[in-house]
């Protein structure tokens, strides 16, 4: 599964003969709530293209970003896009490549 940054929703990559994000084990997981990483003030952000944030909007991504643990990355993707928030442009850079 892949999180299709302009949109913030969780879609299937192909990579898989299934989707993974399809079997009944994965879909509820993206059906309960969210987990925070302690940036709720992510949330103002909700709805908002990946394309439109200013560099100070960007900053509060890339402050909750630098204190993830690595294990805690992918959480915090799913959160983000369980909770409509998509990632902006030049940090989802960091994540494709």
Known sequence: ???NWKTGKIECCGLHE????NR???????SRPAEYYD???LDVFHGRPSDSYTAEEVAL???VQETL??????????SLA???IALPCSLNRL???
């Open 24 to 30: 009944p084990e994965t879909a509820s997981v993206h």
């Open 1 to 3: 599964m892949r999180i």
């Open 39 to 41: 940036d709720e003030e």
């Open 82 to 84: 369980i909770r409509n």
């Open 61 to 63: 991504f890339r402050e």
């Open 95 to 97: 994540y494709s490549q």
């Open 18 to 21: 299934t989707c993974v994000h």
């Open 69 to 78: 643990l690595e294990s805690d990355r992918e959480g915090w993707l799913q």
